[in-house]
């Protein structure tokens, strides 16, 4: 990981280059080595003469002492903390090695040239690899309203093969006349918000840091709300915090920073967001694989729940922010569940038009972000009354109404043993185990992290037995065949396999279709058709950036048409979601059936 800071003083200045050695208080004569927790922070003078004066910080990662002290039962335990690109990637492992290497010129204090301190220097910035994951338009959102000239350039995925297309992180060079200890400020709180992630535990005194190096810039930023958000990794309680300080800085009132946020359920959050485009809904994407929408700038409403058996006051039933939890018996569960279905099925007849906008939502680590808990998209509290909905007519989160579709498939074909392919943190198991009639439920999923998350958002250890006798949990990959996924009645692949290289999608195909065999599968994929609809998301994006491809109503039929044709499927297309009368629905349906042959019909028999 490296970061170089070269100074080139205007013709006739009256002090040298080199004097950047008195600013940074690291001597251009000597090679220094700091000692972090996480690793070595090297200072070394690749250049120090009295025209030019380059200072280069080299972090030295060892990926052994980033985890040490971490057990084998914490949430993210998993190869990935080993084998990742932080030794290479400025990320927020150099920002804290900035603040303890530079702390003294961050803070603007040199005794040897006080004047200097003061003095707006020409500088040159030189990152070569920040993850970028919103692209070079995302870096030059944040530095270029700071006085700096920006330039990032894209990295391919791997030179030798260009057709790969370009990774999510960028060569990122600076150029700009600033005070060196602004220069450094802006280095400290913009990396970890381009990367998106923080490697350390976020407590109080964040808030704190964020206020200190942001002075004199933040308040006054165009992207402060969403600098702010990244930057605390969606803590929304640190989030507001800071907001509602810097909403006093530049004297406005909070709500216009939408620093006020009921009903916010701060278990939601998690530590990475996507932009999608350029400013998809002010800069806050999702990471649900659907690219599902909900209504820009709102908060999420509070759903009371009153009906027999589920009270309003109940947190077995729905949590302070509206975020139903597992119940704590399975006549709770069932009557809870049968309200959202209720509440699908109202709102899916109402003449609403559809929202396509993007919604701040969680997950985001490399594993898998498939349906994370929906929040709902009023921004008036919610009352629910049986089946009926007051104050609130728009259509529900295309995420809600895929689960709804993918369901009532489930029981039209009568299933009773059900395989969740990519089953994500849990938002489609927790509907299954709802309803008493899918009597044996299997989760799968390459990440242990998102089957740990699925365990408690459904509160195994609380569930009942009977429940969780019905629920299995399995780690795999879905392109190996895996004798544990035989027999099942039907197996869900919701918004699974645009995330499968093409390359390796025959062999999903052969794992799922020729191997496991279920009675049915249901996929379900964005309709590509339907991006057109979102007005922030420009031609030839995909609306989730792990998504390797996104089919046409055309292709996606002929691809599935073809599955079938060979392993001896009927299949037929159904829509999800509100269609445009141009582009059709945002998602769709393939519901496959399997023939019986006289094999089948013999182990019937018997």
Known sequence: MLLTITCTPPEGAAWPATDLGFLLHKNPDRVQAFEQSYGTAHIVYPEATAARCTAALLLEIDPIRLVRGRSRSTPDFSLGQYVNDRPYAASSLLSVALGAVFRTALHGRCDQRPELVRTALPLRIALPAVPCKGGPEAAERVFAPLGWSVIAEPLPLDPAFPEWGDSHYVRLELTGTIRLADALAHLYVLLPVLDGAKHYWLAADEVDKLIRAGAGWLADHPERAWITRRYLARRQSLVRTALARLAEVDDVEPEELDAVEE?????????????????????????????????????PAVFVVSAEGASSESEDVFDKAGRDVFPATEDAVAKSMSIEAAVVHSASTENAAAQPTSTENAAAQPTSTKDVAEQPTSTEAVEIAGTAIEGDERTPPLAVMRRAAVLAALREVGAHRVLDLGCGEGALLRELLADKAFTDVVGV???????????????????????????????????????????????????????????????????????????????TTPNAEYNAVYETLPAGKFRHSDHRFEWTRAEFADWASRVAARYGYAVRFEPVGVEHPEFGPPTQLALFTRAVTSDDSTRGAA
């Open 263 to 299: 009903g916010f359920d701060e278990s939601l959050e998690t530590a990475d967001d996507t932009i999608v485009s350029d400013d998809v809904n002010n800069g806050r994407a999702s990471t649900d694989r659907s690219g599902d929408s909900a209504e820009p700038g709102t908060a």
């Open 445 to 523: 999923d390459v990440s242990m992290r998102a089957l740990n998350i699925t365990k408690r958002r459904l509160r195994l250890d609380r569930m009942p037995e009977r429940v969780a006798r019905r629920l299995t949990l399995l780690q795999g990959a879905l392109t190996y065949t895996d004798a544990r996924l035989h027999g099942y009645d039907a197996a869900v692949l919701m918004e699974v396999v645009e995330h499968i290289d093409e390359p390796r999608l025959a062999a999903l195909e052969y794992a799922v279709f020729g191997s496991a065999t279920p009675g049915s599968v249901i996929v």
